[in-house]
């Protein structure tokens, strides 16, 4: 049974919805997925899909970012948190950020959202300093963060809101997003007529609607059956293809990790302890760089 646990970011955001399943799975016991990035991930990175996407990709970069939660006032401990972490990923570059509990995945998240503020070093989106919620930015989680009292079209029409778009564009482009997960068909109901799978989906479309720039991952498929979340992973995929994003995936499952992403970032006690294309990586090499941990110098393949 999962573990459902609130974040501590504010809930209900317009731009980010933010409650999570957060699992705790001993690292590498996730089920076995095959890779499927593979073709896909070629497929980006030939000319002709390149020229016929639409690439909305932001570069982000990190530069000795460092966030250091208040130290436990009954003295001992170190305080826990974040960094220092130097990152720099390229527009439309898929990463996944895999590492245990408490490495410190939701305090990068947090950072990213601009819930949570660096105490030391920058982070830039498309070359801009990233210090608050911006609307290239969002992320998904759970379908927790759906709205009962809307339709699916609603929910994913959510975000647009807030954009100076007429009545008709935020219709036509919340409809697309749901055609780009499938679910055109669906527009008229009401959440709870949904499967898990699908209302994952409709997260999914409502983050895509406002076209980020960067899109945030985090868990989004971790309450889901290993054939629904082989199949998410897949679509996400197609979608990742034609729309360019740059995506940040945080994980669990270290196979997803390596089936999904071009790149995979590893995190332990809050510091980098592994960065590597995923196509040089096996599940082994990660779970050594995380039993390892970081020595201060992030391991490179
Ligand atoms: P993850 O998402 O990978 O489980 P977190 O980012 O939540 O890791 O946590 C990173 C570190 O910061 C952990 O040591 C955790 O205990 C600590 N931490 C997280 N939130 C708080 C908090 N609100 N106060 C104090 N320490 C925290």
Redesign the pocket.
Known sequence: MNEHHSR?IPLNDPLIDVVQV?REPAVGAAATLPRVNQAAHHAASTPAVRAGAIRTGAALSLSDVEYR??A?PSGGQQ????GPLTLSIQPGEFVCVV????????????LLSGFLKPQQGQMTLAGRPLSGPVPELTLVQQEHALFPWLTVLGNVGFGLKTRRLGRSEQRARALAALKQVGLEEYASRRIHQLSGGQRQRVSLARALAVQPSLLLLDEPFSALDVNTRQQLGQELLGIWLTQGSTVLFVTHNLDEALSLGQRVVA?R??QLALDAPACDLTAGDLKAALEEGATGASKKL
Request: no cysteine; glycine share 24%; charged share 15%.
């Open positions: 501590r957060k939660y208040a436990d305080a826990a948190g974040l590492g245990p509990s408490g490495s410190g995945k939701s305090t990068l998240l947090g995190l006690a809050g």
